[in-house]
């Protein structure tokens, strides 16, 4: 990014989510259609400040949305109601939508960061 | 809609109403308030207008005074006219902030009804407060009166809300020396009033939902000096064009005439009290008083606006005295009075440079007198005669026990 000097700064510390002003609201826009600011938190990757990893699991996942409703840094990726994955860019590893999967066994488990998600899956617990 | 009210063409108000009647006509969209004494009074006389149709806009009672400057920033940066009130205690625990608000550039009005900080806990008024809001990005007006309350807090939003300008701004009164005295004020009718004001130009509204912004991002070493430097040039160099703008418009409707910095007696005059609130009355009917008397030729001289500094304004207004006293109503706790050395730090950038010397006077509400003044300008006449300070240079004034000095 250009660093810019005091005379080029919008005053108050300002900063906007979009290239460009939209002519909807953000909300009925797909993220992956959305004119993301350069200076936009979805443009910085912060996948390292992780240590456990949450690992998804499709065969047991009964797209109930907990997940994604619960994720407090929109890093669920969902769409039309079906659970597609983690997004590990932005994730930094709380658990907390393993902590609110409801199946049995669950279809999120956090691991070690440096675990293949494929051994991952290999190892996942079998029906308490 | 909100009903307009009858006024009298003068009419008997403290300073607390004064003010309450400009947040009234000023047609405030949000005002997120804490009672506290002295200017109680403001936000009660507000919540009463509401009660009785006055007011469209919302008025909210927080749990405390960091949330109402909380609530005020959220509302401001929402895209609504804001204003609160406070004083002392409360505005020591707004100051976090205050910074908050100055350095999103959200134009919140604060009425400021000056008042001492504790400990001792005291509810009178001085200037220790207004003091502690000097370096926090806000624009400071000063009143000396409940008329130039009422007309520091109508401009306030005129000039803090000028898109050039988006700072917040604080329309200071001294507690119940104004706050609480009854006096004539000539308010504007309540059309005049908002026309004067005028719509409230929103800029980079948060509930502009097409067009999402962030106030106040987190910015490192690599950011924050410049964004901090922004502001400072905004408030060096467009404030005070701005001020002198809306203090023409002001006199153009009211036939009120105000300065950036005031000048009583200044033409010929040989020594100079600087001061804040409603000593400025006292020091200028003492001043009168002397060159009647005594042939003193004595002045006084009032920064309106405090912040930003008017250092040109100062040194003009200051560069051909002889002697000048500053007056400080707040304990410097460990130095110079703080309009001491603002105002020697200007004058030591003139060729004729005055002595200067400082009172610290009135804290706590303690009376500033009649004689007070009178012994001050006779020590300032000395100190021109001698051409050097003849007394300590900084004075406690008005206080028991032995005689207080230093330097």
Redesign the interface.
Request: proline share 4%; glycine share 8%.
């Given at each position: 990014m250009k660093?810019?000097?005091?005379?080029e700064?919008?005053?108050?510390?300002?900063?906007?989510?979009?290239s460009e002003?939209?002519?909807?609201?953000?909300?009925e826009i797909l993220p992956e259609d959305r004119p993301y600011a350069e200076?936009n938190s979805h443009e910085a990757y912060v996948g390292d400040w992780r240590v456990l990893k949450p690992v998804y699991n499709r065969d047991l996942c009964i797209d109930c949305q907990f997940c994604w409703i619960y994720c407090p840094d929109v890093s669920i990726i969902s769409r039309d109601k079906k659970m597609i994955g983690v997004d590990y860019d932005h994730c930094k590893g709380c658990g907390i939508c393993v902590e609110v999967c409801p199946t049995n066994p669950k279809s999120l488990l956090m691991f070690e960061e440096r675990i293949d998600n494929d051994d991952a899956l290999a190892q996942w617990p079998e029906k308490e | 809609m909100a009903e307009k009210m009858e006024l009298n063409e003068v009419e008997v108000w403290d300073g607390n109403m004064a003010a309450s009647q400009a947040l009234r006509q000023a047609q405030i969209d949000v005002v997120a308030a804490y009672p506290i004494t002295p200017s109680t009074p403001v936000v009660q006389n507000y919540g009463s207008f509401l009660a009785n149709g006055y007011i469209d806009g919302e008025f909210v009672l927080v749990e405390s005074e960091h949330a109402a400057m909380s609530g005020c920033v959220g509302a401001a940066a929402a895209g609504g006219r804001v204003a609160t009130a406070t004083s002392s205690q409360g505005f020591a625990l707004m100051s976090e902030v205050l910074y908050q608000a100055s350095g999103m550039r959200l134009p919140i009005v604060l009425v400021v009804v000056n008042r001492a900080l504790a400990a001792p806990l005291n509810v009178n008024g001085d200037h220790s407060d207004m003091y502690m809001g000097r370096d926090s990005g806000w624009i400071q007006l000063d009143a000396f009166n409940a008329q130039e309350a009422y007309d520091m807090t109508l401009m306030a939003f005129r000039i803090g809300e000028d898109p050039e300008i988006r700072l917040p701004v604080m329309s200071h009164q001294d507690g119940f020396i104004t706050s609480h005295t009854a006096e004539n004020v000539r308010p504007l009718s309540d059309d005049e009033a908002y026309e004067f004001v005028g719509e409230y130009p929103a800029v980079n509204p948060m509930l502009d939902l097409a067009n999402p912004v962030t106030y106040g991002v987190q910015t490192e070493e690599d950011w924050h000096f410049e964004h901090k430097a922004r502001q400072h040039h905004d408030l060096m160099t467009k404030v005070f064009g701005k001020v002198e703008e809306v203090f023409a418009a002001f006199e153009k409707k009211t036939g009120r005439k105000y300065n950036i910095v005031e000048k009583y007696d200044m033409d010929d005059a040989d020594v100079a009290i600087v001061a804040l609130g409603t000593t400025v009355e006292t020091a200028k009917m003492v001043a009168e008083k002397l060159r009647k008397e005594q042939g003193i030729k004595a002045g006084v001289v009032a920064p309106r606006l405090f912040r930003p500094w008017p250092h040109k304004q100062i040194i003009e207004a200051l560069q051909n005295v002889k002697a000048v006293a500053c007056l400080d109503r707040s304990s410097p706790n460990g130095a110079m009075g703080a309009l001491y050395n603002e105002v020697a730090g200007s004058l030591y950038q003139c060729e004729n440079r005055p002595v200067v010397t400082n009172y610290i006077y009135g804290l706590g509400g303690r009376d500033f007198t009649v004689e007070h003044a009178e012994e001050i300008f006779k020590e300032l006449a000395a100190n021109a005669e001698a051409g050097k300070p003849t007394t300590p240079l900084q004075q406690f004034i008005g206080l028991r026990g032995p005689k207080l000095s230093f330097y």
């Open positions: 660093y810019l000097g005091w005379d700064l919008i005053p108050g510390a300002i900063l906007f989510s979009f002003e939209m002519e909807k609201d953000a909300s200076t | -």
